[in-house]
């Protein structure tokens, strides 16, 4: 079982900032396509952020230019920084890994990732 461990989540006010962090294994950080995606209550799950395995990030659109994603590869773990928020960013946010395909190619669906953090709950006031 790979185990991701996010943390970071909490409440802020409309047009706030928060970070999160998701700590993976060694062998998942640096091979694997990584993600963060979010489910908000009653919807869909949706990408956030999506990183592949050559280094690629592709923003969801509704995130772009206020969330920025980082790595800190001596400490295997992903940051998402989000910044500007809006009560619409509430939702319960997973980091999500998954094994690269042929030609380490990575899937583009949200729903796709085989492994998940536990996921850690982001609410934002008006």
């Known amino acids: 079982q790979i185990q991701l461990v996010e943390s970071g989540g909490g409440s802020v006010q409309s047009g706030g900032s928060l970070i999160l962090s998701c700590v993976a294994p060694r062998d998942i950080y640096s091979r694997y396509c990584l993600g963060w995606v979010r489910q908000a209550a009653g919807k869909d799950i949706e990408s956030v952020v999506a990183?592949?395995?050559?280094?690629?990030?592709t923003y969801g659109d509704s995130v772009k230019g206020r969330f920025t994603v980082s790595r800190d590869n001596a400490k295997n773990t992903l940051y998402l920084q989000m910044n500007s928020m809006k009560p619409e960013d509430t939702a319960i946010y997973y980091c999500?890994?998954?094994?690269?395909?042929?030609?380490?190619?990575?899937?583009?669906?949200?729903?796709?990732?085989?492994?998940w953090g536990q996921g850690t709950q982001v609410t934002v006031s008006s």
């Open positions: 999500a890994a998954d094994e690269p395909g042929s030609g380490d190619s990575c899937s583009d669906r949200a729903d796709e990732y085989a492994h």
């Open positions: 990183i592949e395995t050559k280094g690629a990030i």
